[in-house]
């Protein structure tokens, strides 16, 4: 496997390669029949993250509720991370 380039890195400097890395290295799995879909089961939450063509899609879902979110791709991965990891 590839490494991932610094976490200040904006996730638009990233290969798809390295994104999908990056995703999997978080705990998510790619959703069969659709690449561009992971889904992230935390013990509290779940996660859809969607890589979209301008941005990253994060609708999470806590006890029945939903919550979207959307990070363009020129923030850092270290930026999104932190948001993301932080939950609904």
Same mark, same amino acid.
């Given at each position: 496997?590839?490494?991932?380039?610094?976490?200040? =890195?904006?996730?638009?400097?990233?290969?798809?390669?390295?994104?999908?890395?990056?995703? @999997?290295?978080?705990?998510?799995?790619?959703? /069969?029949?659709? #690449?561009?879909?992971?889904?992230? #089961?935390?013990? /509290? *939450?779940?996660?859809?993250? =969607?890589?979209?063509?301008?941005?990253?899609? #994060?609708?999470?879902?806590?006890?029945?509720? !939903?919550?979207?979110? *959307? !990070?363009?791709?020129?923030?850092?991965?270290?930026?999104? /991370?932190?948001?993301?990891? @932080?939950?609904?």
């Amino acid at each position: 496997m590839s490494s991932l380039p610094p976490d200040q =890195t904006p996730l638009n400097r990233h290969s798809l390669v390295a994104i999908e890395l990056w995703l @999997h290295k978080l705990g998510a799995q790619q959703i /069969e029949g659709d #690449v561009s879909r992971w889904r992230w #089961v935390l013990e /509290e *939450c779940s996660a859809d993250i =969607t890589m979209e063509q301008d941005q990253l899609r #994060v609708v999470w879902e806590k006890k029945g509720n !939903f919550s979207e979110y *959307c !990070f363009p791709y020129g923030l850092s991965r270290a930026d999104v /991370e932190a948001a993301i990891s @932080h939950g609904p």
